[in-house]
Nanobody, 123 residues
Framework: QVHLAESGGGSVQAGGSLRLSCAAA??????LAWFRQTPGKEREGVAR????????WYADSVKGRFTISQDIANNMYYLQMNNLKPEDTAMYYC??????????????????WGQGTQVTVSS
């Protein structure tokens, strides 16, 4: 069982930055991803990391602006978001996937989810 808890959301003007944190407790996963969702839309994967090898992947919409990282010693994961745009406004979730293939953006492939943290970017 894995428990995840996000923090760090808030309101910021366009062009600003935020850093989201995800505290993880438990074992049995090797893939940690950040998703976001706005009302009426499907959950969208924006960044993920292979927790053992360190490989990272990004959605095209955030590439070059967002950075996912991990602090293995403290079971913490981060999403640094720079040059934020109004279209980045969403509820952001961290999610963990059981050991196995990490090359997926499908929300249903992730077994463990945090409660989410809201990010609002004003123009």
């Amino acid at each position: 069982q894995v428990h995840l808890a996000e923090s760090g959301g808030g309101s910021v003007q366009a062009g600003g930055s935020l850093r989201l944190s995800c505290a993880a407790a438990g074992y049995g996963y090797n893939c940690l991803a950040w998703f976001r969702q706005t009302p009426g839309k499907e959950r969208e994967g924006v960044a993920r990391i292979h927790t053992v090898g360190g490989q990272t992947w990004y959605a095209d919409s955030v590439k070059g602006r967002f950075t996912i990282s991990q602090d293995i010693a403290n079971n913490m994961y981060y999403l640094q978001m720079n040059n934020l745009k109004p279209e980045d406004t969403a509820m952001y979730y961290c999610a963990a996937k059981d050991f196995g293939y990490c090359g997926t953006w499908l929300p249903n492939d992730y077994s463990y989810w945090g409660q989410g943290t809201q990010v609002t970017v004003s123009s």
